[in-house]
């Protein structure tokens, strides 16, 4: 995605997102996967999540976006990291958990099915997956940028299609019951 490798608009996102962090998101992982555990983090973005997900995990950072790559490498030298899409999510190596806050929201129900289907094959037997999403109905458009939104019944039925799903919960990341994450078991 051109807005996230392009320098000027990335560091927009990288200040926009200042205060948020997926802390969260990773205690509900943490009681479905044990300390120790390798984690694949999908669209790791500046690595605020990679740095909260390293206090308990083996954790690899991926995204799409050479910039932020580029970047976390100069501050994190010999970090975990892999250029990575995350519909093909091109990859042979295996991982116990894989996590992404507010990043498959750009990717249409088809493309997420793809995108669940490489999960399911890269991870560990019983592995578990968990991701963050917008909750609401549409798509929309936002700085060249496609948002999908989802449901709390969207959800189910598209990682029921893959996965156990072993909890679906609401919360609020800038107003009340804006965002869902999905916890799912492979």
Do not use: C
């Amino acid at each position: 995605m051109g807005f996230y490798s392009d320098e000027k608009t990335a560091l927009q996102y990288i200040e926009m997102a200042e205060g948020y962090d997926g802390r969260e998101l990773v205690e509900a992982l943490r009681a479905h996967l044990p300390p120790g555990s390798s984690v694949l983090e999908i669209g790791m973005g500046p690595g605020v999540d990679l740095k909260l997900l390293e206090e308990y995990y083996r954790v690899t950072g991926s995204d799409n976006s050479p910039f932020f790559l580029d970047r976390y490498l100069e501050e994190n030298p010999g970090a975990d990291l892999m250029h990575l899409d995350a519909v093909e999510m091109d990859t042979e190596r295996t991982f116990d958990g894989i996590y992404s806050n507010k990043v498959l929201h750009h990717l249409t129900d088809e493309e997420l099915l793809k995108s669940l289907h490489r999960q399911k094959a890269i991870l560990s037997d019983h592995g578990v997956v968990l991701h963050s999403f917008w909750l609401g109905a549409g798509i929309d458009e936002h700085h060249g940028l496609r948002f999908v939104y989802q449901s709390e019944d969207s959800l189910r039925s598209l990682f029921g299609k893959m996965f156990s799903v072993l909890d679906i919960v609401v919360y609020k990341e800038m107003e009340d019951d804006d965002s869902a994450f999905v916890l799912a078991r492979a």
